[in-house]
Every structure is written in C-alpha cells, then in structure tokens.
C-alpha cells in the first residue's frame, strides 16, 4: 500500500485542531503527518495499524501517536456494506510538540511529557483510561482556544500518569530512537541502524563503546531491560515489517537484506518477535488492506 503525508495542520490558525468524527467509516488511508495525535475511540471496531503493529481496536480505546508515525483505523468489512447503519465515532485531537512555545519541553516541569512524546515515537495504547480523561476529550471542541490549550496539557499530563499501557509499534520499523543524554548510547544507536543488515556481534559493539563483552552485556540489558541480541533482531525484524507492507521483495530476500544469514533463523525470531510466521503476518497484511 502506500503511504501518505497528510497536512493536519489548523485552517484557523490554531495550535491545536480537534475533530469528531461521526461518519459511516474511518478514513481508509495509511498516513503519517507531523502533529502528535490523541484518538479516542468512542464507539466502532476494526483493525488498529501504528508502524508495524496490527491489533483489533474497539470502543473505549485511547491512543497516543508521535509525529511521522504512519497509522491507519480500518473498520470490519461490515462498516462498508451498502445497507449498513453503523457509525464510526471517535475524537482526534492533532497539535505538534511546540505547540505551546519551542521551549516547551525543556522546561523542567514538563520532563514527563517530554517522556510521554518520546514512547508516543512507538504509539502508545492506553488499557484504563479513566471516564474524566474521556469526557474531557469529548468536550475538547466546546472550549475557547486558550481553555483548550491548558485542558490538553492537563489530559497529556494523566496519560503520563497511566500505568496500564502498551507500546505498539517497534523500534525497528519507526527507524528512530529515543533521544538520550549518553553519548555512549547515541553511539550504539547509530551504528546499529546503520548497520543492522550485515552482521554485528555484541563484542563488536563493546569495543565501539570502550567495555569489555560482559560490561556491555550487564551495561545494555540493565539499561533496555532486554540483551544486545534481542535488541538487534528487534531493529531487523521491525524492517523486515516495513519491506513486508511495501510488497517488493520475497520472504527469503527481506529476511537477508535485514542480516539474517538463514531463512529458519529469520523465520523463528519473526515469530518470537510478533507472534506469527512472516507469510502470516504478510497475509493478515493483504487482507486488512484489501480496500
């Protein structure tokens, strides 16, 4: 499918832009824009895309978007047929990182947030969203600019607060990272994703960041709560995702163009990674796109 660069920037001049959506479906587009995007899903079912996740969605649902990750809401096949009466009802709220100011984020008081922003990089899903979060996120459009502006750093606040979430796409597809103070770590990052298709031992990563093997190893895992390795198949099976929704390539050639020297290995770290075999996940991905 295709991917499109959609302009969610206000008409009216304003920070933030809030739309109700009450229409037969949702807009059966995979897009990304530049605004961060809150969405509530108040009453309609389907399947959720953010980057390489793909999930059934449902009403009550809240999610957190960070810019330029694609996504796409597409409702059951029974949304589109030609009698049907069922209505999609959400509320998208779009505003970009700077909405309150360039310095926003660096003001002590909002470090939460900017954490929030940094995770939303992924797409983040919010388990129990409490009523006051959704009713204020309905109400969002009854209020004057400034109220808005004040009440949306209220509701980001909270959702900083929920400890019931999930991260939804991988690193590896979204082809970014978190921003961090460790030079050491920026220096990992980078040579990872700039090298992810040929092969990496963790002793060679050590040596890029002056530690012997098991100092790296204690280093990495306490620091990403998971090993080296896991975090290399991760990056490469994140884009073998990506060359997958593109359609261009076999199976065997996306599994060695991402550094898998064998296609069983491939195989079985797909499977570890998303739950399922690559031409699973690659037909789940033509019959949800079949529109």
Known sequence: MKLHLLDRSSTANTSVTVSQNNYKNFLKVWHFHEELEIVYIIKSTGTRFVGDSIE??????????GKNVPHMWLNDEVYFEKDSELLAQ???VHFKDNFVGKEFLSLPEMQPIAR?????MQGIKFSKVTDNIKKELKNLNSLDPAIKITRIIEILSQLEKEQNYSLLS???FINTFHQTESNRLNTIYEYVYQNFHTPISSKDVANLANMNASAFSRFFKSTHRKSFTRFLNEIRIGFACKMLFENKESITSIAYACGFSNISNFNRQFKIIKGESP???LSQHKTNFKY
């Open 56 to 65: 059934k969605f449902q009403s009550g649902e809240v999610v957190l978007i």
């Open 90 to 92: 959400a509320v998208s």
């Open 116 to 120: 929030l922003f940094q995770k939303a």
């Open 170 to 172: 991988s690193n590896g």
């Open 279 to 281: 031409s699973s996940f």
